[in-house]
């Protein structure tokens, strides 16, 4: 007789959104950090948040108006469950800063409360729950940041109501550069600046410049990779909310970078940059932001395939 498990925790790794030319459809995993969720079963339906610690503590401890509980809700409401949900949140990733936290803590508690369900759920559909809670932060139904959470990787989706998910190749020498200025920049925000129309020439430029990438990595062609890795839609629009990110781009560039952008929302800036060039770029962006009255936290990630899994029981 299998034994039914009673708690679980489980990991999601941060993300970064869009990687300059996928808006809301691409992403990829930084597994130098990300949330941790431990969910235990209780006996009556729906969920109960116990507790919230880490770099952030002051969120909504109501399930429906916090990611983590509303992602664990709606998996619990949708199968059905006969029991609920008591979830204890540990924040390793600073909200508003670009690096997908909330996606974090929806996917961590989808996962850990998968594991405590007696019949075998899907990525897919674990995507699904994690969706309805990514809502209740951004306003918006996007997956940018949970694909890649839950999945590990670069990853491509393609589709809301029924997403495909793919996950892309990234050249072994490529490293990601983060650097998280010390400023809290929020996505409703950040979503409220842009226009709702495009240019003609910028759609065309910015589908080849998309196509380009995506064909670099599958290929490991790092000339197309520098000559695609350019966000000519969102980032012009996004770059006036972070003081320095021209020059913080320009540095990251200058010392080597095969290109960068605005991860997801920002502040955190993002550069793609060979093993031996990583380094140095981030010092030169750490550097840029200084000269802007800026400290920063900043990380080289390699982009592993690791999503989010089970730690511990």
Same mark, same amino acid.
């Given at each position: ?70 992602? &664990?809700?709606? =998996?619990?409401?949708? /199968?059905? $469950?006969?029991? @609920? ?5 540990? #924040?390793? %990733? *600073? ?51 949970? &694909?890649?959470? =839950?999945?590990?990787? /670069?990853? $491509?989706?393609? @589709? ?5 998910? #793919?996950? %892309? *190749? ?58 695609? /890795? ?84």
């Amino acid at each position: 007789m299998t034994m039914v498990r009673t708690s679980a925790t489980a990991f999601a790794p941060a993300s970064v959104g869009n990687v300059a030319v996928g808006f809301d459809i691409l992403g990829h995993t930084v597994a130098a950090l990300g949330d941790r969720v431990r969910v235990s079963r209780r006996t009556e339906p729906g969920v109960a948040i116990r507790a919230i610690t880490g770099v952030v503590k002051d969120l909504p401890l109501a399930a429906e108006k916090n990611t983590a509980g509303m992602a &664990a809700l709606a =998996l619990q409401r949708e /199968l059905g $469950l006969p029991f @609920g949900f008591e979830l204890e949140i540990e #924040k390793g %990733i *600073p909200l508003g800063s670009g690096l997908g936290g909330s996606a974090a803590s929806a996917v961590a508690a989808v996962v850990a409360a998968a594991a405590l369900v007696d019949r075998p759920l899907d990525r897919t559909r674990l995507l699904k729950f994690a969706m309805q809670g990514e809502a209740v932060a951004s306003g918006s139904v996007h997956v940018d940041n949970i &694909a890649p959470s =839950l999945f590990g990787g /670069l990853v $491509l989706t393609v @589709g809301i109501d029924n997403p495909h998910v #793919k996950q %892309i *190749p990234v050249p072994e020498s490529v490293r990601c550069v983060l650097v998280h200025p010390h400023m809290v920049l929020a996505t409703r925000e950040a979503r409220a600046i842009l226009r709702r129309t495009v240019e003609l020439s910028d759609v065309i430029w910015q589908q080849a410049n998309l196509a380009g990438f995506l064909a670099g990595c599958y290929t490991s062609d790092l000339g197309l990779i520098r000559e695609s /890795l350019l966000d000519v839609v969102i980032e012009p629009q996004r770059q006036v909310l972070i003081p320095g990110f021209v020059e913080v781009k320009q540095a990251a560039l200058a010392a080597g970078a095969l290109g960068g952008s605005i991860s997801g929302a920002g502040p955190t800036v993002f550069a793609w940059a060979e093993s031996d060039d990583a380094e140095n770029v981030r010092a030169e962006m750490v550097a840029a932001f200084r000269n802007h009255g800026l400290e920063s936290d900043s990380w080289v990630s390699a982009i592993d395939r690791d999503g989010a899994r089970v730690v511990d029981g």
